[in-house]
């Protein structure tokens, strides 16, 4: 998939100026921040631990709210929670860096989750969660909890999970932060695939320069700020 329909480009994604200030904390984790995502995009966004790329990314999602500027998804600047929670569940598949699985369900289980409240029967969703679990290898683990998996296995069901409703946007926070360096890959090799043969936009906050090396497009990001390109060294000189 391109980044553009009908010859013109399709945004997915638009922040106008976005700023998050936590009060409380007195810290400014986005500061006037314009960025565009658009359509088949595989993004990485980098930048030292604090800089701001889980906010952003929370951000961009609806999970968290600007304190200032604007936020639109495919044009439209959704204004609820609830129009929000509508998006992700039925657009934006959303990868944790610590899995968030619910750890007295089985991995199939906790795929179904997403699928609830969508039009789907017991069936069709256990059906799904089955398809996907044997997407991303873990067909002969689907009975088994997350404490009894791997954390690359867990990730791999988390995987599986915010791919259930078929979203056209995948959001990945640090996928590979708790893994060891085979496993990372094994995942970082997943995730692009997924892009590649879903078409799926993919947008990545990371460390991980097995991922940003192999980005279509790297975002740095400083103390909450979108960093000029020239201000940067490719292969993530800002990653830390």
Known sequence: MTGSLGGATYVVFSLHNVSRVYEAAKVAALRDVT????????LAIMGPSGSGKSTLLHVLCGLDRPTEGRVLFEGVEPRTA????RLRAERIGFVFQSFNLIPTLTAIENVEIPMFGMTRSSRQR?????????????????????GELSG?????????????????????DEPTGNLDSKTSAEIIGLLLDIHAREGATLVVVTHDSGIS????????????????????????????
């Open 35 to 42: 960025l565009s995502v658009e359509r088949g995009d595989c």
């Open 213 to 240: 090396s192999r980005a279509s497009r790297v975002v740095q990001i400083l103390d909450g700020q979108i960093q000029p390109p020239e201000s940067t060294e490719a292969g993530g000189a800002l990653s830390g």
């Open 152 to 172: 690359g296995e867990r990730q791999r069901v988390a995987i599986a999970r915010s791919l259930a409703n078929a979203p056209d946007v995948l959001l990945a």
């Open 126 to 146: 256990r059906e799904r969660a089955a398809e996907l679990l044997a997407r991303v290898g873990l067909a002969d683990r689907a009975r088994h909890t997350p």
């Open 82 to 85: 609830r129009e929000w929670a």
